[in-house]
């Protein structure tokens, strides 16, 4: 018979000591507070890049994420900050910089985020107020206000020591003490990889385009018969997490057959957009267009120059397209270096020159700004008073000529 050792236990011989009394659930750890979104679905293909962000994240102050529209910058930032909230005593914030338009906006965006009892008159001042908390930001889409967003860190690195900050942007903030991420692109399946189902459903952007398939066509399954249209359409889209998302949810109106036609035949397909979303992930056009609207005049035209080159190119093959105008004396080394910081142009890894390539998404966003007359007619007017030997036949004229056989 059980021998009593106190209330709700007991003692058996040779059998030990034992709970007797109902287990309880312990109780939950608690989390710092935060602001963050729930995510509706799993992150793929980013989890060891996570974990390497993590482990980086405490010991840097400040950490920017740049890449391409649609490379999923938000998404893993949304998962970086789930994974180190528990090491920020005074929690994670999140500032949507979508709604944000001016520096004065940025501080009372950040002082109702932080609960602070009143907006700080300036950056300097919100850097003192800060000064004990241990907290980290999280600024998404700060390449709507670099300007702010530099000052800002000026201010709570000299004020505030326990304040990190990460970054989403297209751009890097050129800020002391900052570490850049350029967001991969998911990796895409070769076509030796895609023996069957299952090595195919190995590769992140396949998981991604299935689980969107899936989350839009109840009983969508990969077939055998999908997985070569379904490998092309993926290394198209160049892995762009955006691109796929936008491309999955066509699948049950146009079956991955139709999908990588339309995608072989132009981008329209990519257009369509997400309603919820903020107007900037809405479609991977809208994202783009974001980014296009604020190049410079030269930018934009090696921007759209470039989209006539199906493979990656070199400073001395474009240096040769201009020789003959008097565009031939631009800057071009500093034009690519401005595409690539902006996240529109990609240089492409290997020995030798520096080799440039537009993605695939991008280049056909592009080949479809040559074709818009509002477009054509914006930079033949930029362009009116340095023409030079094409001032009987613009070159933008020529531009577009050729962008009708490029696709």
């Known amino acids: 018979m059980p021998l009593t050792a106190n209330a709700g236990s007991s003692i058996t011989p040779q059998r030990g000591y034992c709970f007797a009394a109902p287990a309880q659930d312990a109780l939950p750890t608690l989390l710092p507070q935060h602001n963050l979104a729930a995510r509706l679905s799993p992150v793929w293909g980013r989890d060891e890049l996570v974990g ?225 979303a903020v107007e900037r992930h809405r479609s991977l056009t809208a994202a783009l267009d974001w980014s296009y609207e604020r190049l410079s005049l030269p930018e934009c035209w090696l921007f759209l120059q470039l989209s006539l080159f199906k493979m990656a190119v070199t400073l001395p093959t474009l240096s040769d397209l201009v020789t003959g105008t008097e565009l031939e004396h631009a800057d071009l080394s500093y034009l690519l270096a401005r595409l690539v910081n902006v996240s529109l142009l990609s240089v492409e890894p290997g020995l030798g020159p520096a080799r440039y390539r537009l993605l695939n998404c991008v280049r056909s966003y592009a080949l479809g700004q040559l074709r818009d007359p509002r477009q054509v007619a914006r930079l033949q007017q930029g362009y009116a008073p340095c023409l030079g030997a094409f001032s009987d036949r613009p070159f933008v004229l020529q531009l577009v000529e050729q962008a009708a056989h490029a696709q």
């Open 52 to 276: 390497v962000l993590a482990r980086r994240l405490p010991v840097q102050r400040l950490l920017t994420l740049t890449g391409v529209a649609g490379i999923g910058k938000s998404t893993l930032a949304l998962a970086l900050a789930e994974r180190v909230l528990p090491r920020y005593r005074d929690g994670v914030w999140w500032v949507d910089m979508a709604v944000v338009q001016t520096p004065s906006e940025l501080l009372g965006s950040l002082a109702r985020v932080l609960q602070l009892h009143s907006t700080p008159a300036s950056l300097n001042e919100l850097g003192r107020r800060l000064a004990s908390r241990h907290v980290l930001l999280v600024l998404d889409g700060a390449d709507l206000l670099l300007g702010a967003c530099r000052q800002l860190m000026r201010a709570l690195r000299e004020a505030a020591p326990g304040i990190s900050v990460l970054f989403t942007s297209r751009e890097a903030l050129l800020a002391p003490g900052e570490w850049v991420v350029r967001v991969p692109r998911l990796a895409v399946p070769s076509p030796k990889a895609l023996a069957n189902v299952e090595q195919a459903m190995a590769c992140p952007a396949v998981q991604l385009f299935v689980a969107r398939a899936r989350a839009n066509q109840q009983g969508f399954d990969l077939r055998p018969q999908d997985l070569a249209p379904l490998g092309d359409l993926c290394r198209r889209l160049d892995g762009l997490p955006l691109a796929l998302e936008l491309a999955a949810a066509q699948v049950d109106a146009l079956g991955i057959g139709g999908v990588q036609m339309q995608v072989r035949t132009g981008l329209q397909v990519l257009a369509r957009g997400r309603r919820t």
